[in-house]
Nanobody, 121 residues
Framework: QVQLVESGGGLVQPGGSLRLSCSAS????????MGWYRQAPGKQRELVAD???????NYQDSVKDRFTISRDNVKTTVYLQMNSLKPEDTAVYYC???????????????WGQGTLVTVSS
């Protein structure tokens, strides 16, 4: 069974920074992609950024030049460095892992439990 553990959320003032971390463990043959999504109250969950096994990245337009996604392959951990935070970045942030299962080699996805980011003065 694959599990994700997220950390790094909290309360920050506008213009501040936070770093989210998500560590994967379990029966993973290979990681295909990892990403961060967020869901604000009353809104649908949306992609923030993702990164593939080849280190290709994709960002939502509203976070380009402010957020940076990166991976540590040895630790199977993905990070989201968030700078110049705005009140509209307030949301629950979820980590998602796309991987090849170590027994069946099928592509599977698993989600983290979410971590709350609040940007407010």
């Amino acid at each position: 069974q694959v599990q994700l553990v997220e950390s790094g959320g909290g309360l920050v003032q506008p213009g501040g920074s936070l770093r989210l971390s998500c560590s994967a463990s379990g029966s993973i043959f290979s990681i295909i992609d990892m990403g961060w999504y967020r869901q604000a109250p009353g809104k649908q969950r949306e992609l923030v950024a993702d990164i593939t096994s080849g280190r290709g990245t994709n960002y939502q337009d509203s976070v380009k030049d402010r957020f940076t996604i990166s991976r540590d392959n040895v630790k199977t951990t993905v990070y989201l460095q968030m700078n110049s935070l705005k009140p509209e970045d307030t949301a629950v942030y979820y980590c998602k892992l796309g991987y090849s299962d170590s027994r069946t080699y099928r592509y599977l996805e698993v989600w983290g439990q979410g971590t709350l980011v609040t940007v407010s003065s």
